[in-house]
């Protein structure tokens, strides 16, 4: 499957953005789907992942409560809302694929990535 994150930008702190992942080559809905963000000079980290029809959906403490992860499995594409967004957000964030449905928060447990879209949030 082949994915491609977009949406990405630079917003004040306390501002939202929403993220979207289109994907092609396979059936979307055989793919467990997350968001993953790496900040310069840090590794990559878990933001949040839904599970193949929606029903499963884990989020880092760090997105709790202020970023919604949703699909449309019509339209092949996975969405991250970001709401209240705080300099520390500031990454490229990209979305990736695995089969499971298991909910992995470890970014080596998904083989397929998109290319990332740069969130930068202004104090």
């Known amino acids: 499957v082949q994915l491609q994150a977009s949406g990405g930008g630079l917003v004040q702190a306390g501002g939202s953005l929403r993220l979207s992942c289109a994907a092609s080559?396979?059936?979307?809905?055989?793919?467990?789907m997350a968001w993953f963000r790496q900040a310069p000079g840090k590794e990559r980290e878990f933001v949040a992942v839904i599970g193949r029809s929606g029903g499963m959906r884990y989020y880092a403490d760090s997105a709790k409560g202020r970023f919604t992860i949703s699909r449309d499995n019509a339209a092949n594409t996975v969405y991250l809302q970001m709401n209240s967004l705080k300099p520390e957000d500031t990454a490229v964030y990209y979305c990736a694929a695995t089969t499971s449905e298991l909910g992995y928060t470890s970014a080596t447990r998904y083989a397929y990535w998109g290319l990332g879209t740069l969130v930068t949030v202004s104090s």
């Open positions: 080559g396979h059936t979307f809905s055989m793919y467990s």
